[in-house]
């Protein structure tokens, strides 16, 4: 857990040498570290612009200090363990401790000087998705600068030209770096805090691994068979809920650093998509929606007014996508009795694992799982299993929360006589009239 007043008094100094540009012979600040799983409280700015900021799912903000009129941060290029839900982790690559890095959120206009030191085996970059900058700054290494060689720092300087969502992830051996997590989201709040303010503010970054189960390490070759969704390198039941006060205005900021689109589907709401990482579309040019595709390689944000209160599912629409690793090579036995097959099937295979003949219901599956992995679908609501995986997770409205209030309020009260019942059929079916018999006139 990193100490915001001792990272703002301290600065680290390291070899001169391996900074590049201006900043040469200066003070590097200190890296900030994180060790914690969950969302971290909004870091709110005490100099400068003021700005609503931002809550990471399962993340942080990158502290800043201020040097002159530069706001400076320090990203850390490392080996991390992240874990992606309770009894599942996973040996990754990411920044300042864990994978995705943390958000680094600035104001439109701000002069940023951000310093990356490699602590990885091999040499990287880092390139700022979306945002205008120089050429010299956009981070593709052998185009547009050398690569970062392990040990060495390197110093990027621009200036937020406009206000936005983008993203931060390596040009250097990109088809592993990024298939090991290294990725984060950037925030650029506006400078007049007028513009389209909110209430609450979340982001988060998608990406996928296949990670065999038992195993450790992700599949860095595969480009299509993936089996670990993940938003900000968590799966359900790991991802935080998005704790919401009823009535506030919220926006939800999503990148997709995955291999595929994402329909991203809210229950209970319609919004409208308001941002991509190319900007803002203009209010005219909006309209409602309670699906968005998040293709690869882009950002979506949208705007929800959070009016209907209750739990409410927040997910990717393709259904795979809500499971976890276990499951992808199942064969289908639905309408085949398993009485026996089980039986036989666990002599030759005792790790094996037979399809439910009704269909995949958690209840009806044998699953003895190896170490390290996790149920295809998991998590417990209070009417029983939830059964879900992978990219799911709840917004969860209600009306006294506190304004800076992001702790999970637990289940929803459902006011009596809302919740869903069973009925009890007649004993016998009604009378059904007979093809090719004559109906009775009616007398009126």
Same mark, same amino acid.
């Given at each position: ?10 600065? +680290? ?12 012979? $200066? ?91 490699? /602590? ?58 990024? $298939? ?72 939800? /900021? ?43 390689? $882009? ?13 409410? +599912? ?16 199942? /064969? ?9 097959? $089980? ?102």
């Amino acid at each position: 857990m990193f100490s915001r007043r001792g990272f703002l008094g301290t600065a +680290a100094l390291v070899g001169a040498s391996a900074v590049q540009g201006r900043v040469q012979a $200066a003070s590097i600040p200190e890296a900030a570290h994180m060790d914690k799983v969950v969302m971290q409280p909004p870091l709110h700015p005490n100099s400068g612009p003021d700005y609503r900021p931002v809550v990471t799912l399962n993340g942080w903000s990158l502290p800043f200090r201020m040097n002159g009129d530069w706001k400076e941060f320090h990203l850390v290029a490392e080996p991390v363990v992240r874990e992606f839900a309770e009894g599942m982790k996973v040996n990754l690559w990411g920044y300042n401790g864990q994978s995705p890095g943390p958000t680094i959120e600035a104001v439109e206009g701000d002069k940023v000087r951000i310093f990356v030191t490699n /602590r990885l085996p091999e040499y990287t970059t880092v390139h700022w998705h979306g945002m205008i900058i120089p050429s010299g700054m956009d981070g593709v290494g052998g185009l547009t600068q050398p690569h970062i060689q392990p040990g060495k720092t390197f110093v990027y300087e621009f200036e937020m030209r406009k206000s936005g969502t983008f993203m931060y992830h390596p040009h250097s051996d990109e088809m592993v770096q990024m $298939a090991m997590g290294m990725m984060g989201m950037v925030v650029v709040h506006p400078r007049d805090p007028g513009f389209r303010p909110v209430d609450r503010d979340f982001v988060f970054v998608m990406s996928t691994y296949r990670v065999d189960p038992g195993t450790y390490l992700p599949q860095v070759n595969e480009m299509t068979d993936f089996n670990m969704w993940t938003w900000n390198a968590r799966v359900f039941p790991g991802i935080d809920p998005l704790p919401v006060r009823l009535g506030d205005r919220v926006r939800v /900021r999503i990148g997709n650093l995955s291999m595929t689109n994402h329909p991203i589907h809210l229950h209970g709401h319609s919004f409208a998509v308001t941002c991509t990482d190319g900007g803002w579309i203009p209010e005219s040019a909006q309209y409602p929606e309670t699906t968005t595709d998040v293709p690869v390689g $882009a950002v979506r944000v949208f705007d929800v007014l959070a009016d209907n209160p209750g739990d409410w +599912a927040f997910h990717c629409h393709k259904s795979h996508h809500t499971m976890n690793a276990m499951g992808h090579a199942v /064969r289908n036995l639905i309408g085949v009795s398993r009485k026996d097959l $089980a039986k036989a099937v666990g002599k030759l295979a005792p790790d094996g694992m037979a399809m439910g003949s009704t269909g995949m219901a958690m209840g009806n599956m044998e699953m003895p799982a190896p170490d390290n992995t996790l149920p295809m679908m998991t998590g417990t609501g209070q009417f029983g299993p939830i059964e879900m995986g992978g990219m799911f997770t709840v917004m969860k409205i209600r009306e006294d929360l506190a304004r800076d209030d992001y702790r999970d309020p637990g289940p929803y009260q459902f006011p009596k006589g809302t919740v869903a019942y069973e009925v009890t059929p007649p004993a016998a079916e009604p009378a059904r009239q007979q093809p090719g018999k004559p109906t009775h006139k009616m007398k009126m």
